[in-house]
């Protein structure tokens, strides 16, 4: 029995055995069913205990667990990728500031725009875009100038010590000399002055919904969502709600890549794909909850946490997520929509049970410990 049959039959399929539903159940129950209890066993639904708690994770642990689990090895990472992240952590401060100064969010507003970080980021965001700001009117020419300022001031700030002004990813351990000497590097500056040029572009050709104050836009929020198996933690890069008259408030989502892309393997784009299903399931989560209807979001300095227990996938038809991909070498930006069908989701609520248990074994034996 198919997948799809078993669970119209009332029957779903877990870890390769059959499980038993609710004979009254359908298909987007059951889905709501798994994601609140992990594991269905007949109609008994697992829950986290003190013996058994929830693992936390998040969405770049993808690219360590899955070749654990089949018995591979990790990429290895280079030099070349090491200088390309550095970068890439650059460029989401770039972008952040951008989307910041095309909102209007900049010098005492920074808060507004930036909901999850700490006093000492937005004193430094602050002090990088203090008296910019951006009209309608403005061509992408007038729009490049503004920006280049602000990334002028972004470079000059830069300090080697973790947790100054990056608070957007985490290379693990870099020679801090190294490190620092891709931040003040040339390359580093005309890869940014590319970005902006691009993304001056962009933001002119999406017309309201890409640069329009009224809409509320913030950037790089912390999410933490628990269902009964895992903690999901992730950072949203750019959440952007669109609300016009007369017409039903719209999520827009986005996460800016700066690397190739490529998957070389089978495994590499099942690691993708699963850290692109992971990635929507946290944006549609998040806008449902705190931003559909005349939801706006305050500052809070600490992560929006969803209990997907009590939440349901009401309203994700309006929220849309997309990769927004940066080539480095050629400067242009590729939106890649993320979509997945109700039928789609099934095998992802399935396939996030059977990593769940999979992660808390990889925990135990790799990392010697999991507790939150």
């Not at 490049?144 to 830069?158: D, N, P, S």
């Amino acid at each position: 029995m198919s997948q799809r049959n078993a669970i119209e039959g009332n029957e779903g399929v877990y870890q390769g055995k059959m499980v038993f539903v609710k004979p009254a159940i359908d298909r987007n129950s059951f889905y709501t069913e798994i994601q609140r209890g992990g594991i269905i066993r007949g109609t008994e639904r697992v829950e986290p205990t003190k013996a058994r708690p929830r693992v936390a994770t998040n969405v770049s642990e993808i690219e360590k667990v899955l070749p654990w689990i089949y018995g591979q090895e990790p990429r290895e990472i280079g030099v070349s990728v090491e200088k390309g992240g550095v970068f890439g952590e650059k460029l989401h401060e770039l972008h952040l500031i951008c989307n910041l100064i095309a909102h209007d969010n900049t010098g005492v507003n920074v808060a507004h725009g930036l909901p999850t970080a700490n006093e000492a980021v937005i004193k430094k965001v602050q002090k990088i875009t203090d008296g910019l700001y951006l009209t309608r009117q403005m061509g992408h020419k007038q729009i490049e100038e503004v920006l280049t300022i602000a990334w002028q001031r972004c470079v000059q700030e830069t300090a080697v010590e973790p947790g100054t002004l990056p608070m957007f990813g985490n290379l693990g351990f870099m020679n801090p000399k190294t490190k620092e000497g891709y931040q003040h590097s040339s390359d580093l500056f005309e890869v940014g002055v590319k970005f902006i040029e691009s993304w001056a572009r962009l933001i002119v050709a999406e017309g309201d919904n890409g640069f329009n104050p009224a809409n509320q836009s913030v950037s790089e929020v912390l999410v933490v969502i628990n269902t009964s198996l895992l903690q999901l933690r992730g950072r949203l890069d750019t959440v952007t709600r669109i609300a016009k008259p007369g017409k039903k408030v719209m999520i827009e989502l986005s996460d800016l890549k700066t690397g190739t892309g490529e998957a070389r393997t089978e495994l590499e784009r099942e690691i993708k794909k699963r850290q692109a299903q992971m990635m929507l399931f946290m944006a549609e989560r998040f806008g449902a909850r705190f931003l559909l209807g005349n939801k706006w979001l305050e500052h809070t300095g600490s992560a929006f946490v969803i209990n997907a227990a009590t939440e349901t996938w009401r309203g994700t038809g309006r929220c849309r997520f997309s990769y927004l991909r940066f080539d480095q070498k050629t400067g242009e930006f590729q939106k890649e929509v993320i979509e997945m069908t109700n039928d789609d989701r099934l095998e992802f609520a399935t396939w996030l049970g059977w990593y769940g248990e999979k992660l808390r074994e990889y925990k135990q034996r790799v990392t010697r410990g999991f507790q939150i």
